[in-house]
């Protein structure tokens, strides 16, 4: 299902940009839709599809330009692959850090709230508790 989708979008994407590249072009700059949809793809579905897609969408781009046949491709595939680097990277990141959040049990609370909740300690008259582990996945107060 997610081939047919992705076809399908490469496929509009080509049927806009032929047809409708005369409205769009603004000036000497034209908007590449094919190209928008390979890094549309890799960004939502990873590097190895990113690639494929790059592949596809470019070498039937060229076929149908007067162009050598390859070019469009291999800097579509290209494209694809980095953008679906990137987006992995971005996810193992993502993933990283709601690991670290839910081991230290901080629930999404910023460096603001922990601002916030110290100055309430201090107009209070008492100082802030000291925070350690207590052998388990949440901090306790000391």
Same mark, same amino acid.
Not at 106 to 123: E, F, H, K, M, Y
């Given at each position: 299902?997610?081939?047919?989708?992705?076809?399908?979008?490469?496929?509009?994407?080509?049927?806009? $940009?032929?047809?409708?590249?005369?409205?769009?072009?603004?000036?000497?700059?034209?908007?590449? &839709?094919?190209?928008?949809?390979?890094?549309?793809?890799?960004?939502?579905?990873?590097?190895?599809?990113?690639?494929?897609? @790059?592949?596809?969408?470019?070498? !039937? $781009?060229?076929?149908?330009?007067?162009?050598?046949?390859?070019?469009?491709?291999?800097?579509?595939?290209?494209?694809?692959?980095?953008?679906? !680097?990137?987006? +992995?990277?971005? /996810?193992?990141?993502?993933?990283?850090? +709601?690991?670290?959040? $839910?081991? &230290?049990?901080?629930?999404?609370?910023? #460096?603001?709230?922990?601002?916030?909740?110290? /100055?309430?300690?201090?107009?209070? @008259?008492? #100082? #802030?508790?000291?925070?350690?582990?207590?052998?388990?996945?949440?901090? $306790?107060?000391?």
């Amino acid at each position: 299902m997610k081939a047919a989708g992705v076809t399908l979008a490469i496929a509009l994407a080509l049927v806009l $940009q032929t047809t409708l590249a005369r409205f769009i072009v603004r000036g000497t700059v034209a908007v590449d &839709l094919v190209l928008v949809v390979v890094v549309y793809v890799a960004l939502s579905s990873g590097s190895t599809t990113g690639l494929l897609a @790059g592949t596809v969408a470019g070498l !039937i $781009q060229d076929s149908l330009s007067t162009g050598l046949i390859g070019i469009g491709g291999l800097a579509k595939t290209l494209v694809g692959f980095l953008a679906g !680097i990137d987006a +992995e990277r971005v /996810r193992a990141k993502a993933r990283s850090l +709601e690991f670290v959040d $839910q081991r &230290l049990g901080l629930g999404g609370v910023t #460096p603001a709230d922990t601002d916030r909740v110290s /100055r309430l300690w201090r107009n209070a @008259g008492r #100082p #802030p508790r000291r925070w350690h582990r207590a052998g388990s996945w949440r901090l $306790q107060p000391i």
